[in-house]
């Protein structure tokens, strides 16, 4: 990583003048964000960072002063071509021939694993993660939550799997519980076999909705329960039918997460854990840990003073399981299977109370890995509507998002010919939605906007695809030979320094995400680095320029190109070459 080669080099130059090890020093280097105004230095070190008092005891001029003190022990070399202080920094300047070489070089050298393979990276050790995320309910509604938990579990995935990471990509169906008598019931009264065959959510669902009305009914009340006791007890005919609920839900659902460029490696389920969650009532029982309230339910204390001031419900006074057992009995299977370092679950935020009892009742049965598990939470979307109104399916959100970048493609004049224009407008949507939800960060609520989200200027997913889209129809006009021998010294322009400077950035965006989860500092990266190549591509023309110029702009244009499409697809996104 070119980054790293330049902050090694700083460092060690600084060991010498502090007398500390260099790899203390390297984390307290960073690369400086470009700025529009004003002309600024590569990297610099913050010297509270390095000082033996916490800088907590220093005064900021007490801080210009050792910043000073410091830049004057130290001296210019091949690689540094400047110093200078900022207010409690010293700021290194790389020799500019130096920058442009390397940085070009190890982005076309790496490709889609530039910024990946970064030192920054070498003490994160290589972990197991099992991520639980989407888990719609079947014959329920596919709502917002169900799908800003799909991408963001989907962004963690790719981003843990890129970093070397073995992932499992979990998917926990609600495909059980006393709706599914129900929904029996309203299956042998309303249900039709073609098309719970031909297209199962959207018949479940209007089956359960149809059902519900009478469902207050004492007969409906009545059949309902048998049909979930024979589920419960394995009758045949019972199970075979629910057996098609859900083998054809997952079948229509691995088309639409296609869509949206989203797989799972497991779908599991509630009903995976019926009798595991009776063995967990057992075990809270054996350690004590299940108190019979005067109801006849079962629930853990999970008070510190153990008063039951605060607790938690795990079983119904008929002895039969409850969500968070289900759960209880979930992570532990997943724990055995797949040994993992780390669990994380993508849900919103009002679940938070219950994954802090789950991950409590956990640490209470004697489980230590309650530790290494993770609640992701997110915050809640206003305002998504459809023009069928209220998000219902998943599918509906795709196909109204393909629709409305349609219409927009066709009344765009930049819109090029492009050869399926349906794929382009669904790819280049998705962008826009996943883009508009990266944003801010994920605990955040937000209002949702068509308009906002789909405009073609501005910070949107659109606008990332278009330079996406830009930047590769320049390198076909220019033919797609093999950049060798690239004369990277002609790249002087502060148009050119101001991409590479940001280039040098990357594997510090990416650090911070894989830190803490947040795939905004991506987003804002990308959406930076594609403002500048509009500014490079206006100022630093690749057609009619000296042969040795092109080459090198092109090269440049290329590198911008790659670092932007690694990034869109760690996101979710899929670029576009032609819009």
């Known amino acids: ?90 700021n290194f300047t790389i020799n500019r021939e130096l920058l442009a070489k390397t940085v070009l070089q190890q982005v076309l050298k790496d490709g889609s694993e530039y910024g990946i393979k970064s030192e920054l990276f070498s003490m994160v050790p290589r972990q197991k993660t099992v991520i639980e995320f989407s888990s719609p309910n079947i014959a329920k509604k596919f709502h917002i939550g169900h799908l800003r938990s799909t991408i963001i579990g989907n962004f963690i995935a790719n981003l843990k799997a890129a970093l070397g990471h073995e992932v499992t990509r979990i998917n926990y169906l609600g495909d059980w519980g006393m709706q599914f008598g129900l929904l029996g019931v309203g299956f042998q009264q309303f249900g039709n076999k073609e098309k719970l065959k031909s297209s199962p959510l959207q018949h479940l669902f209007e089956v359960y909705v149809q059902i519900n009305k009478t469902a207050e009914d004492e007969n409906i009340k009545k059949l309902a329960a048998d049909f979930f006791r024979k589920l419960e007890e394995h009758d045949e005919q019972t199970l075979s039918l629910w057996k098609q609920f859900r083998g054809f ?228 006009m220019h033919g797609n030979e093999q950049l060798t021998d690239v004369n990277a010294s002609c790249l002087q322009e502060p148009d050119a320094i101001s991409v590479l400077q940001h280039l040098l950035r990357y594997d510090e965006v990416l650090y911070r995400s894989s830190q803490d989860l947040q795939p905004k500092h991506i987003v804002s990266y990308l959406l930076t680095l594609c403002h500048l190549a509009a500014v490079a591509h206006k100022t630093l023309p690749v057609k009619g320029s000296a042969p040795e110029l092109a080459q090198a702009r092109l090269c440049l244009f290329r590198a911008a190109r790659s670092v932007l499409g690694g990034g869109m697809q760690l996101l979710g996104i899929t670029p576009v070459t032609r819009m």
């Open 1 to 90: 990583m070119a980054a790293c080669a330049f902050r090694r080099s700083i460092a060690s130059q600084l060991s010498k003048v502090l007398d500390l090890p260099p790899e203390k020093l390297i984390k307290s280097i960073s690369a400086v964000p470009v700025s529009k105004k004003r002309h600024v230095a590569d990297f610099q070190l913050s010297v509270a960072s390095v000082l033996e008092k916490h800088s907590g005891d220093c005064l900021a001029q007490d801080l210009q002063l050792q910043a000073q003190k410091l830049a004057e022990k130290l001296k210019c070399d091949a690689v540094v071509s400047e110093i200078s202080t900022g207010p409690g920094t010293v």
């Open 249 to 476: 839900s997952i079948e229509e659902y691995i088309r639409i997460y296609k869509r949206l460029g989203v797989h799972f490696d497991e779908y599991s389920g509630e009903s995976f854990y019926q009798e595991k969650s009776q063995e967990v009532l057992r075990i809270l029982e054996d350690k004590g840990l299940l108190q019979k309230t005067i109801k006849g339910t079962g629930v853990v204390d999970l008070s510190e003073k153990k008063d039951l001031s605060l607790y938690s419900t795990v079983m119904r006074s008929d002895g039969t399981s409850l969500y968070i057992t289900r759960d209880l009995a979930a992570a532990i299977d997943r724990m055995n299977k797949h040994s993992c370092d780390t669990m994380i679950y993508v849900t919103d935020k009002s679940q938070s109370s219950h994954f802090q009892h789950l991950f409590q009742i956990l640490k209470l049965m004697g489980y230590d890995w309650a530790e290494r598990c993770q609640h992701v939470s997110f915050g809640l979307v206003q305002g998504m509507k459809t023009r069928r109104g209220e998000v219902v399916f998943l599918e509906d959100v795709l196909d109204e998002v393909r629709l409305r970048m349609l219409q927009n493609m066709a009344s765009a004049k930049t819109t090029k010919e492009v050869e399926d224009p349906m794929e382009t407008a669904e790819k280049v949507g998705l962008a826009a939605l996943i883009i508009q939800d990266f944003r801010g960060l994920l605990s955040s609520d937000y209002q949702f906007s068509w308009d906002r989200a789909l405009q073609s200027r501005g910070d949107t997913g659109v606008f990332l695809q278009y330079t996406h889209a830009r930047l590769h129809s320049l390198e076909q």
